[in-house]
């Protein structure tokens, strides 16, 4: 069955801190991973997307990991605003078909002043 | 400015009604999706259209049905027939070129019972 995990389920750190956010799945066929960012009443907004080749990729102070061999991602979150405070959700794509999206439950994330 | 457009923000649903989420978009997608979210669950998928005039059903279609008459337009019915709608309900698109399979979401529709 497919499936994405993420922990922690919710996280709280203080204003200026790094946090890592962690996301495992078992998707098959594989095609990329996404991390989406969605704040309270919104729809998600795309952050990062990585192919089965790529490890890393940054989009300013958000840097996300991809380990296909153990099927683990990570998003760090560096020197967190507290506009980072929203929910934070691992989407894995299956290859082909029609761009079948398997969703992960989401980290909710609150940064405090 | 290019986006998808879901209306209204907020809905309320009497017992035996029939209501209708709007989604509209001018990024010219081919493929729309509408997507249920309820807490502390992964989105999931109600309906996909990939061409005008052509839908299918996702893995929660029950109690649902759509409708695709233009490329820009795609809404949702949650009928009688679904015994728990409450929830957050988003729309999506996607162009169907390959170096692009980046599903572009609206701000979502919450639909309450009365």
């Known amino acids: 069955k497919n499936q994405v995990e993420q922990s922690p389920q919710s996280l709280i750190i203080l204003e200026g801190k790094n946090c890592t956010l962690q996301?495992?799945?078992?998707?098959?066929?594989?095609?990329?991973l996404r991390w989406y960012k969605q704040d309270t009443g919104r729809g998600p907004v795309s952050l990062t997307i990585m192919t089965f080749s790529e490890n890393t990729k940054s989009n300013g102070r958000y840097t996300a990991t991809l380990d296909a061999d153990t099927k683990q991602s990570s998003l760090h979150i560096t020197a967190s605003q507290l506009s980072d405070s929203a929910s934070y959700i691992c989407v894995v794509s299956v290859s082909g078909g029609y761009n079948k999206l398997i969703f992960g439950a989401g980290t909710r994330l609150a940064v405090h002043p | 400015d290019g986006g998808i457009t879901q209306s209204p923000k907020y809905l309320f649903r009497k017992e035996g009604q029939n209501v209708t989420l709007s989604c509209e978009q001018n990024l010219n997608h081919d493929a729309m999706y509408w997507y249920r979210q309820d807490p502390g669950q992964g989105l999931r998928l109600i309906y996909y259209s990939q061409i005008v005039n052509d839908f299918q059903k996702g893995d929660i279609a029950e109690g649902y049905s759509v409708s695709r008459e233009k490329k820009e337009s795609f809404p949702l019915t949650v009928t009688s027939a679904q015994k728990n709608p409450t929830a957050f309900y988003l729309c999506?698109?996607?162009?169907?070129?390959?170096?692009?399979?980046?599903?572009?979401f609206g701000d979502g529709t919450r639909l309450s019972i009365l």
């Open positions: 999506a698109s996607r162009t169907m070129h390959f170096d692009d399979q980046s599903q572009h």
């Open positions: 996301c495992n799945y078992t998707v098959s066929p594989f095609s990329n």
